[in-house]
């Protein structure tokens, strides 16, 4: 998986219906300078692991059963 | 010296007011004085309704029908909607959003005659978990007033523990209701996932809140979830020390913590093996990811609540909530879905570890109280954001459900209180509560109380 770069965001952001977040908050998330959110390239390198689990059918968490 | 009767519990209140030893007036009489006094200090209420409250007591004391609640004044975390008072999240997003009737935790509240007093202060929307609010500030630990009560019901804790009411409501999206009550030296209950009602309160992420209570001992803890209870069923035997199972994780929930806190914590493990207690090691479900995971969930639930403010009133979110709901927008849907799968997982590991064992047992967290302003926190040498280090150990268990309680169990020599954290069997709060009660009881293991006045 390659590094995250701000235009995928840009991308995202103008093209996907999302909120109109300011360029500078979602450079943040790329290359961190206010020390806000940091870590977002480590949360995705997280995912990409997690992504290659076979987690086999097991459906998303719903309500506890109660037994 | 504190006041004996703003630190009392709901139990002896409740005997005081039946006994007509004092009334209810008198006792919210005291407890607006004390807010009056203290909460510039505290910051735990950011709204009150002493008016409607001693109105409400007036009535109360003429009327001869009494519950344990009958009387006793509480408060809730401003996420909780009270008819005719605005639900602000502590944030300036919703300075105008006037509630047009109360959530069903408050409303079972006032049903059995508790008053409610005021909406206590909370890190923005329950976003993070050191209670650091720009607009109201930041609620202080009641032992040590440079460091922090802890969050994200920072307001509620501090409510209790600067003895201004007995008890409160908060919620409990990563432990934000038990560590700091953990942090503050009381008891920090929050239930099986779903068992007390969310309706009514502002959502964080649906996912993993969970409504939790703040009191000063378990007998409280009990009276109040008996109150408030989606689902009651019998409550079990008393349970006897001798014929419990505990389980201690073998892994994470022992490591990189305060050297003082893994001591008193394995003191309880002696006291629980020498009254009969069997208590062995668990293998608990890898903890490697559980923060990822956790995260993947519940930014973009936040932002899905979110966006009908964002539009409209975007440039009022603070600039760290801003950013992670910004976080929120840039994941992808398989990865939330993948994420609510793992969950799915931890909670059917975790079930498996309670086939052996009745009950989990590890410290409610990490580190002492942090410094208020620390962003890093330091613990045996392992670093960690501050807000980390006091959800650490608690929020897994949003993830997984299972019903869990923290508690007093010592003092740490820097004069902060340390506590220890049970888990129990989904659907079994009644039998960990019972747990707990024995242990507070058998163990006295209280702490003092802080010297606020």
């Known amino acids: 998986m390659k590094k995250l770069q701000i235009e995928t965001l840009t991308g995202i952001r103008d093209q996907l219906a999302c909120y109109p977040w300011d360029d500078s908050e979602l450079s943040e998330l790329v290359d961190p300078k206010l020390g806000i959110i940091t870590g977002f390239q480590d949360l995705l390198d997280q995912l990409e692991i997690l992504r290659k689990v076979d987690l086999g059918d097991i459906p998303p968490a719903g309500q506890i059963e109660d037994r | ?453």
């Open chain 2, 1 to 453: 010296m504190s006041h004996p009767l703003a630190f009392s519990t709901i139990e002896n209140l409740s005997k005081l007011l039946i006994n007509k030893e004092i009334s209810a007036v008198e006792l919210v009489s005291l407890f607006a004085e004390r807010i009056d006094r203290l909460n510039d200090l505290s910051k735990a209420f950011i709204s009150l309704d002493i008016e409607a409250a001693l109105e409400r007591a007036a009535s109360i004391d003429l009327s001869d029908d009494k519950s344990k609640l009958s009387g006793i004044p509480y408060s809730c975390k401003d996420l909780f909607d009270v008819k005719g008072l605005p639900t602000t999240g502590g944030s300036r997003v919703l300075q105008d959003n006037i509630a047009e009737a109360d959530a069903l935790s408050v409303s079972r509240m006032n049903a059995v005659g508790a008053i409610f007093l005021g909406k206590n202060n909370l890190h923005e929307f329950a976003y993070g978990a050191t209670g650091e609010n720009i607009l109201y500030g930041t609620a202080p630990n009641p032992y040590d007033h440079s460091r922090l009560a802890g969050g994200s019901s920072s307001g509620s804790v501090a409510a209790v523990g600067f003895g201004l009411c007995p008890a409160a409501l908060g919620t409990d999206t990563g432990g934000s209701v038990r560590a700091p009550a953990a942090l503050c030296g009381l008891i920090g209950f929050k239930p099986t996932y779903g068992r007390i009602s969310t309706e009514g309160v502002l959502p964080y992420s649906w996912t993993l809140d969970h409504v939790g209570t703040i009191t000063r001992c378990i007998a409280d803890t009990k009276i109040l979830f008996d109150t408030l209870d989606n689902s009651p069923r019998p409550v079990p035997d008393i349970v006897d020390l001798k014929n419990l199972t505990i389980g201690i994780p073998e892994t994470f929930f022992f490591e990189n913590a305060d050297h003082e806190i893994l001591s008193s914590i394995d003191q309880l493990i002696t006291l629980l093996t020498r009254s009969g207690a069997k208590v062995q090691k668990v293998p608990m479900p890898s903890m490697e990811y559980t923060r990822t995971v956790s995260l993947t969930v519940q930014m973009p639930e936040a932002l899905s609540y979110h966006n009908r403010y964002l539009e409209s009133r975007g440039e009022l979110y603070s600039q760290d909530f801003r950013a992670g709901l910004a976080l929120g927008q840039c994941l992808l849907a398989e990865q939330y879905v993948r994420a609510k799968r793992f969950i799915e997982t931890y909670r059917r590991d975790t079930d498996k570890v309670f086939a052996d064992v009745d009950i989990l047992l590890t410290p409610a967290t990490p580190a002492i109280a942090p410094k208020i302003g620390a962003t890093e926190v330091i613990t045996n040498g392992y670093s960690e954001p501050a807000g980390n280090t006091i959800t650490r150990y608690t929020s897994f268990f949003n993830m997984t459900g299972h019903p869990a309680i923290t508690l007093p169990c010592g003092m740490h020599s820097e004069g902060l209180p340390i506590a220890a954290q049970l888990i129990g069997r989904h659907y079994e709060d009644e039998f960990l509560l019972g747990v707990a009660e024995l242990v507070e009881r058998e163990f006295g293991l209280g702490v003092p109380l802080p010297d606020v006045g």
